[in-house]
């Protein structure tokens, strides 16, 4: 039974750069969200898709967009990079949206010089 | 005051023992309760949830829900070197078509041998 799966495992980026993150959901999910982890904290949830759109969205800037494809695979993609969006970003699945309990991948870690 | 409060420990055990980790919550309107654990280096994993209220048992892994003093517990049995990780609570609600996922901050747990 094939898990979520992110890829990549580590990304370097400096300031004002784009970045592009990939996620595959676990098997016969559809839902995808995305969160921030920053070290020693819980994780942020940033926004949720389901068929294809953004159903719901943190607090976050609009510097951070995403994607769902057809597929239910997703894309988070951040725009003009800070030294703040260094952190953790882990991508979790979910049958239907909305507050199912979701299951995570192992998360990109994004550090930004 | 946040939604999810947990204590960031670290908490020391010695193997064997019997662990209890909490969390308390604000919001009575939560539905679902998770508890995931984290290993350094790793994304969150999906230990137990309840929807409602009431105890879950599995294996060496109880986790409690009383909503009427809005705490939530996870009790690890038989506690083992290789528990030791960060464990997060999680708890969510739907209503009107938007949803909350919200994590605790983690509690750290050593074990030892």
């Known amino acids: 039974d094939a898990g979520v799966t992110q890829s990549p495992t580590h990304l370097i980026k400096t300031r004002g750069q784009q970045v592009t993150l990939r996620c595959s959901p676990k098997?016969?999910?559809?839902?995808v969200s995305w969160y921030q982890q920053a070290l020693g904290q819980g994780p942020q949830f940033i926004f949720q898709y389901y068929e294809e759109e953004e159903r719901q969205r943190g607090n976050f800037p609009d510097r951070f967009s995403g994607h769902q494809f057809p597929n239910y695979s997703s894309e988070l993609n951040v725009n003009a990079l800070l030294l703040g969006d260094s952190a953790l970003y882990l991508c979790?699945?979910?049958?239907?949206?909305?507050?199912?309990?979701?299951?995570f991948g192992d998360g990109t870690r994004l550090s930004i010089l | 005051q946040k939604e999810v409060e947990q204590d960031p420990g670290p908490l020391s055990v010695p193997e064997g023992a019997i662990v209890s980790l909490n969390c308390t919550y604000s919001n009575s309107a939560f539905q679902y309760f998770m508890w995931y654990r984290q290993y350094s280096r790793k994304g969150p994993e999906l230990l137990m949830y309840?929807?409602?209220?009431g105890n879950k048992e599995d294996g060496r892994f109880t986790a409690q829900v009383d909503k009427s003093s809005k705490y939530i517990s996870l009790f690890i049995r038989d506690s083992q070197p290789s528990d030791s990780a960060t464990y997060l609570c999680a708890m969510s609600l739907t209503t009107s078509g938007t949803y909350k996922y919200i994590f605790g901050t983690g509690t750290r747990l050593k074990v030892l041998a």
């Open positions: 979790a699945s979910s049958l239907a949206a909305g507050n199912q309990p979701q299951h």
């Open positions: 309840t929807y409602s209220s």
């Open positions: 098997s016969g999910h559809d839902t």
